[in-house]
């Protein structure tokens, strides 16, 4: 008896193991989305949760986009590419906020103040949290931080749509966005 329940066992584990979800059954991250393309909708897998505290004071977190689209970018004082991308996504930001489109920037691996002088100087108006240990892309399903920016999109439901790595645009995130605001939530 005993062999056969340790026999189910190991075929249990070994079964759980090949599956694409997270421990609690929900996203994990395996390779980036390609540039203007979204997860289709019957493969995606829910956000782990997280809290972030505000740059501002505050705090943020996945209960708070519930019903909404959401873009969580990943972003430095000290990258490069961000000083970039930034000033695009708050364009961006401005023309859908009003759609139930929610974008929240986290700061990661950087110094508050650094932080603080980045979103001042680029005039930045999507909330923005400060994650100084880099944890949010792992409780949100192991997102690898090789390289910043990267970007994580959420669809209304808090299933991750897209994990795309590097500098994006206006013009790669507009029709995502669409579509996922689009989308009806199940």
Same mark, same amino acid.
């Given at each position: 008896?005993?062999?056969a329940?340790?026999?189910?066992?190991?075929?249990?584990?070994?079964?759980?193991?090949?599956? !694409?979800?997270?421990?609690?059954?929900?996203f994990?991250?395996?390779?980036?989305t390609?540039?203007?393309?979204?997860?289709p909708?019957a493969?995606? /897998?829910?956000?782990g949760?997280? #809290?972030?505290d505000?740059?501002?004071?505050?705090?943020?977190?996945? #209960?708070?986009l519930?019903?909404?689209?959401?873009?969580?970018?990943f &972003?430095?004082? &000290?990258?490069?590419?961000?000083?970039? +991308?930034?000033?695009?996504?708050?364009?961006? @930001?401005?023309?859908? *906020? !009003? *759609?139930?489109? +929610?974008?929240?920037?986290?700061?990661?691996?950087?110094? *508050?103040?650094?932080?603080?002088?980045?979103?001042d100087?680029?005039?930045? !108006? @999507?909330?923005?949290?400060?994650? +100084?240990?880099?944890?949010?892309a792992?409780r949100l399903?192991?997102?690898?931080?090789?390289?910043?920016?990267?970007?994580?999109?959420?669809? /209304?439901?808090?299933?991750?749509?897209?994990?795309?790595?590097g500098?994006?645009? #206006? *013009?790669?995130?507009?029709?995502?966005?669409?579509?996922?605001?689009? +989308?009806?939530?199940?």
């Amino acid at each position: 008896m005993k062999r056969a329940v340790l026999a189910l066992l190991t075929v249990l584990l070994a079964v759980s193991a090949c599956t !694409s979800a997270g421990s609690n059954g929900g996203f994990e991250f395996t390779s980036p989305t390609d540039r203007g393309k979204l997860i289709p909708k019957a493969d995606r /897998k829910p956000a782990g949760t997280f #809290t972030g505290d505000l740059l501002d004071g505050g705090t943020v977190g996945t #209960t708070d986009l519930n019903g909404k689209v959401a873009l969580l970018n990943f &972003w430095a004082s &000290w990258c490069e590419p961000c000083k970039v +991308e930034s000033p695009q996504l708050d364009l961006l @930001y401005r023309r859908v *906020k !009003s *759609k139930d489109v +929610e974008f929240i920037g986290i700061d990661t691996k950087d110094a *508050k103040s650094n932080a603080r002088a980045f979103v001042d100087a680029y005039h930045l !108006s @999507y909330p923005m949290v400060f994650d +100084e240990n880099g944890e949010i892309a792992i409780r949100l399903g192991d997102i690898p931080a090789r390289g910043l920016p990267f970007t994580v999109l959420l669809d /209304k439901s808090g299933d991750v749509a897209a994990v795309y790595f590097g500098e994006l645009t #206006t *013009k790669d995130l507009q029709g995502p966005i669409d579509t996922l605001n689009a +989308e009806r939530q199940p």
